[in-house]
């Protein structure tokens, strides 16, 4: 079995998070010995974290009193020791001589200082892999792998697609030579990896699915969604979920709930918060649809929205594999997407696909959703193609050949 560290910024919510969690406990269920490990002590999900994990934040003391918005979970290490400035100048100087002039496209003042932290940590710990998710923590990772004589693999999980010439892509075409192996969670976020990341092809991608299927989430669509539409016998819900920031594209789904409700009777709940929400409260008014549209903001359980709503709709500019598509078919509800990568994985259908950002397509889809009957049993079946056992699978088979490669 392998000491496993699975890298994440902070724990502030969202379908990375849940995967993370849900990933590091089937893992250490495996027999793994697993590490969450954080650069800051912010906690939305404290109550899903898996008991047989350790939680471990690298974080100074005054960034430890100041910034936890929660209590802070049962069992959680601290580790504020910081590995010597000079190795960092070291690091900084040797940067330059290895990348010449593209070495200023690496320059993330953060990802160093958490690059500190972590080289710290791997010393002290010594794990056998780790995986990195999101942006910020694959360069800290490949930072602090710099800083040690014998770093761990580093293998990046890569859950969003990439554009070609942004920053975070000419970094990646940098960094991804210096991976063990790369994950992606979809077919889409693969093909548009190994398009734009040259680096992709002689490293090596495994197509590892988000554990966005979870049994326990029937159980939680059974309690009675606090909203009063779901009791006034009004016409059906049309479901969002997310945070109210551009990547989700709620304008695009109001205006195409616009358009869908002057054919069909229905309503719009979007459950999230966010700094968009000024946006779209405005967008309502002048579309004169108050009285349709509610934003109720975060729900702790949206899986009970989920399973009394007639149709979802995830309307994102950008998704890796969305889980919040995936949960919304375990709970039996019918839901159409934007083209977003891992949309067509998970809907298997093209007609319940849109062009991103598209009112007038997403509004086509919607109503072809909403003609057809409902059949729950399904759709949840569609869902637990998305399990955690699959996902725990393909993990493990990964970890053994990334440390057999490592040790051969």
Known sequence: MAHITMLIQKLKGGGAERSVFRTAGGLAKRGHDVDIVVFSPTFIYPGELPRTARLIVLCSRFGWMRRARSDVPQGTLWRSGLASPFRLAGFAAGLVREFGAAARVLVRPASFGHALRLARY??????????????????????????????????????????????????????????????????????????????????????????????????????????????????????????????????????????????????????????????????????GLEDRVSLPGWADNPWAFMARSRLFVLSSRQEGLSNVLVEALTCGCPAVSTDCAGSLEILEDPDLLAPMGDPERLAEAMLRALARPADKAALSARAARFSLERTVEGYDRLIAAVLAGAKA
């Open 122 to 287: 791997f010393e002290r710990e010594r794990p056998d892999i780790v995986f990195a998710n999101l942006a910020s923590a694959e360069y800290a990772a490949f930072f602090a792998a710099r800083l040690v004589s014998s770093p761990p693999p580093i293998v990046p999980i890569l859950r969003g697609a990439d554009e070609a010439g942004a920053k975070s892509t000419r970094r990646r075409r940098l960094l991804f030579p210096m991976a063990a192996r790369l994950v992606a969670v979809s077919r889409g976020v693969s093909e548009n990896i190994a398009a734009l990341v040259e680096a992709s092809s002689e490293v090596g991608i495994a197509t590892i699915h988000n554990p966005a299927f979870a049994p326990e989430i029937a159980r939680h669509a059974e309690a009675e969604p606090d909203h009063p539409w779901f009791r006034d016998g009004g016409p059906p819900v049309v479901l969002g979920v997310g945070r109210l920031t551009p990547q989700k594209d709620f304008p695009t789904l109001i205006e195409a709930f616009h358009r869908v409700s002057a054919a069909h009777p229905c309503r719009l709940l979007i459950l999230g918060e966010g700094f968009g929400r000024a946006e779209l409260e405005s967008q309502v008014r002048a579309l």
